[in-house]
């Protein structure tokens, strides 16, 4: 059932988009051209199924309601289905100033109307970078999905579950011995069960901090412990869509930088990557997104 029609703000490339949420979550799903989630409301599911119409020039998104369980408003399913794929999102700055570079616009230009699909959630977005910390992604992916099946938060259609995310109350209930599956530290496994209890309990807002501005964010993230700046910047790109870090500890983007910028093989010093993308000064988190992005797009 089509429920609405959302028309983000251009250029949008959703074929792009959908193509690149292999590394993002284990949780979207794209199939023959369309964008496939399953969402919660408090103690209701809907699983929803978006295609792409137009051009990234002028881009229309069609939201169709494939399953629920229980009610939902369609409004707020909109709602949610625009913040996650950034129909608001304005990269048009961006692109301007990258178009005055010919490196940075030679990394960008591939990816021109690319915006990534956004998290449900902060916790979402949260715990799924701290389980990527310093492992490869097809390590951290087959994690997420031990642990969203593990969780077994799902709606089923035509035969197949389609997940979300785990409750923070679900994760705050277990030891670490229980998330070995995992397979990242020890000490890893107990800040996602710390944030979860912190949560659970109140003494965490997540929910309440994705509305705020990113500063206060990254701020309070960085206040819990075993949360590092990387960390949080990374949550707050994937949840808020907002680029203000650079994340030059990110072996990826060292890798990348070294590469795209200077032809070499191998990762780059972090002071390297801060300084070769500091001089993009507002734009330079979305310059290392793009660079890690496209260096993603080449040899993943």
């Known amino acids: 059932m089509l429920i609405g029609t959302l028309y983000p703000l251009p250029p949008y490339d959703f074929q792009k988009a959908i193509a690149a949420l292999q590394y993002h979550t284990v949780l979207d799903v794209m199939r023959e051209g369309a964008y496939w989630r399953a969402l919660r409301f408090g103690e209701q599911t809907v699983l929803v199924r978006v295609t792409g119409h137009g ?16 009610v939902v408003a369609h409004e707020a399913i909109l709602r949610r289905v625009s913040h996650m794929l950034g129909v608001e999102g304005d990269l048009r700055p961006f692109y301007v100033r990258a178009q005055a570079d010919p490196i940075l616009w030679g990394i960008v230009q591939p990816l021109y109307g690319l915006k990534h699909v956004r998290a449900e959630t902060l916790f979402e977005a949260l715990v799924t970078t701290v389980i990527e910390q310093q492992i490869t992604l097809r390590q951290a992916q087959k994690g997420e999905r031990w642990l969203v099946q593990w969780a077994d938060n799902s709606i089923a259609y035509k035969g ?3 997940y979300t995310f785990p409750r923070p109350a679900q994760l705050a209930a277990v030891s ?11 000490r890893r496994m107990q800040v996602l069960i710390d944030v979860a209890q912190q949560e659970t309990t109140g003494a965490l807002d997540l929910a309440m901090l994705q509305g705020c501005p990113p500063e ?26 907002d680029y203000h870090y650079i994340g030059e500890n990110d072996v990826a983007l060292q890798a990348a930088v070294n590469h795209y910028f200077y032809g070499q093989r191998g990762r780059t010093t972090p002071q390297v990557v801060q300084q070769t993308l500091g001089r993009y000064g507002a734009f330079n988190g979305a310059a ?13």
């Open 55 to 70: 051009t990234p020039d002028q881009p229309e998104l069609r939201v169709y309601l494939v399953a629920q369980d229980g």
């Open 160 to 162: 197949e579950l389609f």
């Open 176 to 186: 670490v011995e229980m998330l070995t599956p995992l397979k990242i530290t020890f």
């Open 216 to 241: 206060q964010v990254y701020n309070a993230l960085t206040a819990i412990k075993g949360i590092g700046g990387w960390t949080a910047g990374w949550a707050i790109i994937r949840a808020l869509g």
């Open 288 to 300: 290392a997104f793009y660079t890690l992005m496209r260096w993603a797009t080449d040899f993943y």
